[in-house]
């Protein structure tokens, strides 16, 4: 048996990194291991830097050069961002922002493929993946808004479209930007039922986000981050607590748990 067998696999691992978005310096000697088969969650107020480190996961910005900064993918350096595509899938608010609106349905899904925004002619798809497509349009319950414009879904069917898009390589982790927001609560209940899912069929969910309540039971580990810093990495039985998340939030809360999810309500 391989020694490295019950080694934990990095998914992305960063050493000592200094990152400026503009003119602004957003992280600085920033250090974090995350890990195939941990879901995790990084959780901050506005402006902490979350979906800065999204970017950085998905290698849309890079760190600045310094002999002590690492950054490492499922264990190597110098990825490309189409083959990187293929083993991590990122559903982002951004994406969403930016998609075209003419593109079709089916067509959000096929752009997977080439990680483009919609399908070019130049694009090639095989019967394979047109299947594939259609297969995870009815596994997310889009099937029969195949033919409509981006445009003209409903912020909760844009998101579904943009998870399939994120599918079609059927990558080992996804990360989910606020997966949630903007979603009515039938919208937001079936989108995480969706994500438990994925993560019962084996893949690992790392969440970005400011809200505690599109954590989903499974999330194990949980990575506090204010103001480009982390500033606590632990369990969710130590973390997703009044005063843990009164001190991150810095406003009086009261946190609230029920069957293995959480809420925030103001103190009292
Ligand atoms: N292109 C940019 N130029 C300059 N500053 C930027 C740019 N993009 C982000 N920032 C700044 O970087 C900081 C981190 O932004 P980021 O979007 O990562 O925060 P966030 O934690 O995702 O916040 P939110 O919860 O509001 O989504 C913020 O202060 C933001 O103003
Ligand atoms: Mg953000």
Redesign the pocket.
């Given at each position: 048996m391989p020694s490295s067998f019950s080694q934990p696999r990095p998914i992305f691992d960063i050493q000592h990194a200094t990152l400026y978005?503009?003119?602004?310096q957003?992280f600085f000697d920033l250090s974090l291991s995350l890990t195939v088969g941990v879901h995790s969650v990084i959780l901050?107020p506005?402006?902490?830097?979350?979906?800065?480190l999204l970017k950085l996961f998905s290698m849309e910005i890079h760190p600045v050069p310094h002999d002590h900064t690492r950054l490492r993918l499922f264990g190597e350096e110098g990825w490309n961002v189409w083959e990187l595509r293929r083993h991590l899938g990122v559903v982002s608010h951004d994406l969403q922002r930016h998609y075209l609106d003419n593109a079709q349905g089916t067509n959000v899904i096929l752009s997977g493929y080439y990680s483009s925004v919609d399908t070019y002619e130049h694009q090639a798809f095989d019967d394979g993946q047109r299947m594939r497509a259609v297969q995870i349009m009815e596994d997310l319950g889009i099937g029969h808004l195949q033919d409509r414009r981006f445009g003209d879904m409903s912020t909760g069917e844009q998101r579904r479209f943009l998870l399939g898009r994120a599918l079609v390589h059927d990558p080992e982790v996804l990360v989910f930007d606020e997966p949630t927001s903007g979603l009515d609560l039938q919208a937001c209940f079936h989108y995480l039922a969706v994500l438990r899912r994925l993560m019962a069929q084996g893949k690992t969910i790392i969440l970005v986000t400011?809200h505690v309540h599109e954590i989903p039971p499974d999330i194990s580990r949980v990575i506090l981050l204010k103001q480009g810093r982390i500033v606590a990495d632990g369990s969710k039985e130590q973390l997703l607590t009044s005063s843990s998340l009164t001190a991150l939030f810095e406003i009086p809360l009261q946190v609230i748990q029920a069957n293995g999810w959480y809420q925030v309500l103001p103190d009292r």
């Open positions: 978005r503009g003119e602004r957003v901050g506005n402006g902490a830097g979350k979906s800065t400011h």
